[in-house]
């Protein structure tokens, strides 16, 4: 089982900025970041595969969230610029051996992480 842990979450004013990071305790195929905002379904957001050369964004954050690979470090970032009142909610790093690495696929993800904490103020 592949050990997840997040961090990064915290307070942004709307149109701020946060950078969310993801460690992993083994290599992994497909990393990716998975949100539950309140009153919404989950959602994954971005995913990103093993060679850092194919992503993927949910239509809510594309153009403003950017998913990023250290494959040496076993670490993925997510880093979210012009945030929005509706990005707040609790953000979950997954990951798996799942191929493609889309959002289609996300749902096949079997390790999660405890989940990072994001806020975002009018």
């Known amino acids: 089982q592949v050990q997840l842990a997040e961090s990064g979450g915290g307070s942004a004013q709307a149109g701020g900025s946060l950078r969310l990071s993801c460690g992993a305790s083994t290599d992994t195929w497909c990393m990716a970041w998975v949100r539950q905002v309140p009153g919404k379904e989950r959602e994954g957001v971005a995913a990103i595969n093993g060679r850092g050369d194919s992503t993927y964004y949910s239509d809510s954050v594309q153009g403003r969230f950017t998913i990023t690979r250290d494959v040496a470090k076993n670490t993925a970032y997510l880093e979210m610029t012009g945030l929005k009142p509706d990005d707040a909610g609790l953000y979950y790093c997954?990951?798996?051996?799942?191929?493609?690495?889309?959002?289609?696929?996300?749902?096949?993800?079997?390790?999660w992480g405890q989940g990072t904490k994001v806020t975002v103020s009018s």
């Open positions: 997954a990951a798996g051996a799942v191929r493609p690495c889309l959002g289609s696929t996300l749902n096949r993800l079997n390790s």
